[in-house]
């Protein structure tokens, strides 16, 4: 069954610095998200993107936060000047465009994020 | 604003007992999702709702779904402790970029 890949699974890094998550969403899904997830809370939207631009983006999307997909397959998102507050399981999702009656969205593993 | 409201956040429960965790959203939606999460790890799809008395079934985990209601319910029928995970339910917004909205979750124990 096709898979979205994210990497790392795990990062660590200084308040401050700049870190980039990796996503390699299904191959033939056009939709791509990200969301977060504080330790034992919801799962929460952060952005939409399709066609190579966000469609959506929720109030935690801040300046800090930017998304692309520079080579057609891969989806990043990269934060700026992390903050202690970013720590979190960060997952990548996809879907295909088509309603089939089935179609749902697929989830990356998750990269946990420790801002120290 | 769409919001997904799921009770109970917490579940103890013996094996061999049935329960039900309910899931209650605001807006009309046309899609709801059920997923379990083990601790650490990723998002598991149990079942997709397309439309109103959808019911779906696996294994000893049934969902429904009203969507006159707005309410889904996952009914756990002699819990195992397998079955010990947190479950999230998710509902489709309409238009836009078809976000999922989650509910907070249900962390469900089974004790032998």
């Known amino acids: 069954e096709p898979e979205v890949t994210q990497t790392p699974s795990h990062q660590v890094t200084q308040m401050g610095q700049e870190v980039i998550l990796r996503c390699v969403p299904i191959?033939?899904?056009?939709?791509f998200y990200w969301y977060r997830q504080i330790l034992g809370q919801k799962v929460e939207f952060l952005v939409s993107?399709?066609?190579?631009?966000?469609?959506?983006k929720s109030e935690i999307f801040d300046d800090q936060f930017s998304v692309e997909r520079p080579d057609g397959s891969n989806f990043t998102l990269k934060i700026r000047s992390t903050k202690l507050e970013d720590s979190a399981m960060y997952f990548c999702?996809?879907?295909?465009?088509?309603?089939?009656?089935?179609?749902?969205?697929?989830f990356g593993s998750g990269t946990r994020l420790t801002v120290v | 604003e769409l919001k997904v409201e799921q009770n109970p956040l917490f579940l103890s429960m013996q094996e061999g007992k049935n329960y039900t965790i309910y899931c209650n959203y605001s807006?009309?939606?046309?899609?709801l999702y059920w997923y379990r999460q083990d601790p650490g790890k990723s998002l598991e799809s149990l079942f997709v709702?397309?439309?109103?008395?959808a019911v779906k079934q696996e294994g000893r985990l049934m969902a429904s779904l009203d969507t006159k209601a707005r309410l889904s319910t996952l009914h756990i029928t002699a819990a195992v402790h397998d079955l010990s995970a947190t479950y999230f339910c998710?509902?489709?917004?309409?238009?836009?970029?078809?976000?999922?909205?989650f509910g907070k979750g249900t962390k469900l124990t089974v004790n032998p």
């Open positions: 999702a996809s879907r295909w465009t088509v309603l089939f009656s089935n179609y749902g969205y697929t």
């Open positions: 191959s033939n899904h056009l939709y």
């Open positions: 993107f399709y066609n190579n631009e966000i469609s959506e």
């Open positions: 807006t009309t939606s046309d899609r």
């Open positions: 709702l397309l439309s109103n008395g």
């Open positions: 998710a509902v489709r917004t309409q238009g836009g970029s078809d976000k999922l909205v």
